[in-house]
């Protein structure tokens, strides 16, 4: 099996629709596990709260997170997310600055002409 890299740069940007009727429930998250094997990353959301039968609060019984979304996908596929979602946080602190102060942004290094969204022009 070999796995083409595209350009990202070569690839027109589209909206893909969404079926809000087969969405499952939806899951609250306040924490998140990332794990990473050369073929793809895994994703862990969690929900921390301290409560009984998730382990103690000493070092030999630590508590414990309940898992409450896994999702698995290709390095490529992550590496979209993840701008995707610095492109957004971007969009964000530039509408939020103005009434809350400066928030810091997200930069991609040694991309080229590539780089994220809500960056101001250099």
């Known amino acids: 099996m070999t796995t083409e890299t595209i350009d990202p ?6 909206t893909i629709q969404l079926d809000w009727s087969d ?4 899951a609250f998250a306040n924490g998140a596990q990332v794990a990473a094997t ?5 994703l862990f ?3 921390f709260c301290p409560l009984a039968g998730r382990g103690g609060a000493t070092e030999e019984d630590p508590p414990l ?3 409450v979304a896994s999702v698995r996908m290709t390095p490529d596929g992550f590496f979209h997310m ?3 979602c610095a492109s957004n946080w971007n969009r964000y602190a530039n509408h939020v600055e103005t009434t809350q102060g400066p ?7 040694g991309a ?3 780089q994220l969204e809500g960056l101001a022009a250099e």
């Open 45 to 47: 959301f969690t929900e």
């Open 38 to 42: 050369t073929r793809e990353f895994a």
């Open 23 to 26: 969405e499952p429930a939806p």
């Open 65 to 67: 997170a309940k898992i």
């Open 9 to 14: 740069r070569r690839l027109k940007e589209i």
């Open 82 to 84: 993840i701008s995707t």
């Open 112 to 114: 080229g002409g590539l």
């Open 103 to 109: 928030r810091p942004k997200f930069k991609l290094m």
